[in-house]
């Protein structure tokens, strides 16, 4: 009999899970939703760079949106790019000096290996994607 409790108690539980689950699901497509509407919102040019950011380029375990990691966030970067007129191109090209935080430039240089083989394309795809964070 207490085994049978138990194995009750059990099914129980099993089940309590499954509802949680069928509760969460709603939120979850709601999100989902959002984000799609925000990528809609973007140009091909700006989803190709979203690619490369998060892809191959694996930009953003150092960079983030609004917030500092191991790099600026992006949308520190963008403002300093957009009132100093620079050239990020240039930059990842590793043609230009470093104009947001030339203390840490070497940490960003190890990356140059990667930037430098971006096809012109795929440049302009990340300036375009780090720029559509430029706070309007
Ligand atoms: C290992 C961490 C790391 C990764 C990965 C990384 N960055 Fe950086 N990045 C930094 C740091 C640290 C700085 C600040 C130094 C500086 O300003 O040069 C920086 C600065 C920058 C700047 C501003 C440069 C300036 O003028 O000062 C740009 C633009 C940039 N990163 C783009 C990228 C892109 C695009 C990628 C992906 C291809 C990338 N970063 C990957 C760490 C990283």
New binding site residues.
């Given amino acids: 009999m207490k085994h049978l409790l138990s194995i009750f108690a059990v099914l129980v539980l099993i089940s309590c899970k499954k509802e949680e689950k069928k509760e969460s699901l709603y939120p979850e497509s709601m999100t989902e939703a959002t984000s799609e509407s925000t990528a809609t919102k973007m140009t091909a040019s700006e989803t190709l760079g979203q690619e490369i950011?998060n892809g191959k380029?694996?930009?953003h375990?150092?960079?983030k949106a609004d917030k500092k990691v191991?790099?600026?966030s992006i949308k520190e970067?963008t403002k300093i790019y957009a009132e100093q007129n620079?050239d990020?191109a240039a930059?990842?090209r590793g043609k230009a000096d470093?104009?947001?935080?030339?203390s840490?430039?070497d940490?960003?240089k190890?990356?140059f290996y990667?930037?430098k083989h971006f096809t012109d394309e795929e440049m302009q795809a990340?300036v375009d994607y780090?720029m559509y964070f430029q706070e309007k």
């Fill in positions: 950011f380029g694996n930009c375990t150092c960079h191991i790099g600026p970067i620079g990020m930059f990842l470093p104009i947001v935080d030339p840490q430039y940490v960003m190890t990356n990667i930037t990340v780090m």
